[in-house]
T-cell receptor
Framework: SAVISQKPSRDICQRGTSLTIQCQVD?????MFWYRQQPGQSLTLIAT?????????ESGFVIDKFPISRPNLTFSTLTVSNMSPEDSSIYLC??????????FGQGTRLTVV | GENVEQHPSTLSVQEGDSAVIKCTYS??????FPWYKQELGKGPQLIID???NVGEKKDQRIAVTLNKTAKHFSLHITETQPEDSAVYFC?????WGGGADGLTFGKGTHLIIQP
């Protein structure tokens, strides 16, 4: 199974600022995804992080707000830009490789004040 | 796109009793249905999954059933224990592991095991 390290695990940020979340996997993976989990809610897919090309965003999420990088097969970053209190959520990195299950990191708990 | 409905939102059972959580999906192309357990402050962990070519799968106290015709699947936990208390999410995808499109999740069930 893949071991996923997400940093930071939590942060409290001022509105209007940006936060970059890192996701590091202990092995090469095919797919990397970013999900958002609002307080007490389910997981919603933000985007698929594509290695060497632009991320694929789901409806309701845009690159200007959530820029994503994936420079190689083990690392990705998600930036939450120009934050507002509505961005307070848990952000989760998920990975999978071919016919295997999807693994999740522990998440980054973001509070915007 | 896919839509997954999950019920109930909260389920309280006595320790030792069984718990059943139900999900329905909308996209007939979905063929992979995982269940995740999320404990407080942690990321979701896969507990069991099923593909559409089987109707039931068991792993010790946990089982999942799938009715592809009716587009619903259920999680069954028998002989519940305090450590089963958590939030459980069902999900659906048209590919194992979420494929290229990720997973669509239900809203979650908060399972409470009463001692």
């Amino acid at each position: 199974s893949a071991v996923i390290s997400q940093k930071p695990s939590r942060d409290i940020c001022q509105r209007g600022t940006s936060l970059t979340i890192q996701c590091q996997v202990d092995s090469q993976v095919t797919m990397m995804f970013w999900y958002r989990q609002q307080p007490g809610q389910s997981l919603t897919l933000i985007a698929t992080a594509n290695q060497g090309s632009e991320a694929t965003y789901e409806s309701g999420f845009v690159i200007d707000k959530f820029p994503i990088s994936r420079p190689n097969l083990t690392f990705s970053t998600l930036t939450v830009s120009n934050m507002s209190p509505e961005d307070s959520s848990i952000y989760l990195c998920s990975v999978s490789s071919g016919p295997t299950e999807a693994f999740f990191g522990q998440g980054t708990r973001l509070t915007v004040v | 796109g896919e839509n997954v409905e999950q019920h109930p939102s909260t389920l309280s059972v006595q320790e030792g009793d069984s718990a059943v959580i139900k999900c329905t999906y909308s996209d007939s192309a979905s063929n992979y249905f995982p269940w995740y357990k999320q404990e407080l402050g942690k990321g979701p962990q896969l507990i069991i999954d099923i593909r559409s070519n089987v109707g039931e799968k068991k792993d010790q106290r946990i089982a999942v059933t799938l009715n592809k015709t009716a587009k619903h699947f259920s999680l069954h936990i028998t002989e519940t224990q305090p450590e089963d208390s958590a939030v459980y999410f069902c999900a659906a995808s048209n590919e194992w592991g979420g494929g290229a499109d990720g997973l669509t999740f239900g809203k979650g069930t908060h399972l409470i095991i009463q001692p």
